[in-house]
């Protein structure tokens, strides 16, 4: 089964840098795109990012130029490198892979979403 196990959460100061990973496992990984959401105590769930199969990406206005993705292949693991901080980046973050196979995927199709990392910015 689809399991996503999300890491590198913590705290951090405003203008400073976290990176989160998602090991994946019980699917092939390489060919689903994969993402970020994020989810702010009593607020619905947010798109972060997403990185397709295709090498292409896209990223919340939020957080653009700010934060990076990235995906390792042979470790089945996604990577979201955040930089510059705020205080409005503080939420649960999530990784989820795309519910179909293929170099295609929009954000509103990932799903499978993991337990979530905590990041607190203050």
């Known amino acids: 089964h689809v399991q996503l196990v999300e890491s590198g959460g913590g705290s951090a100061q405003s203008g400073g840098s976290l990176r989160l990973s998602c090991v994946a496992s019980g699917y092939a990984y390489t060919s689903y795109a994969m993402g970020w959401f994020r989810q702010a105590a009593g607020r619905e769930r947010e798109f972060v990012s997403l990185?397709?199969?295709?090498?292409?990406?896209e990223f919340a206005e939020s957080v653009k130029g700010r934060f990076s993705i990235s995906r390792d292949n042979a470790k089945a693991t996604l990577y979201l490198q955040m930089r510059e901080l705020k205080a409005e980046d503080t939420g649960v973050y999530s990784c989820a892979k795309c519910q179909n196979p293929g170099s295609w995927c929009e954000w509103d199709e990932l799903g499978d979403w993991g337990q979530g990392t905590q990041v607190t910015v203050s």
């Open positions: 990185a397709r199969t295709d090498g292409s990406k």
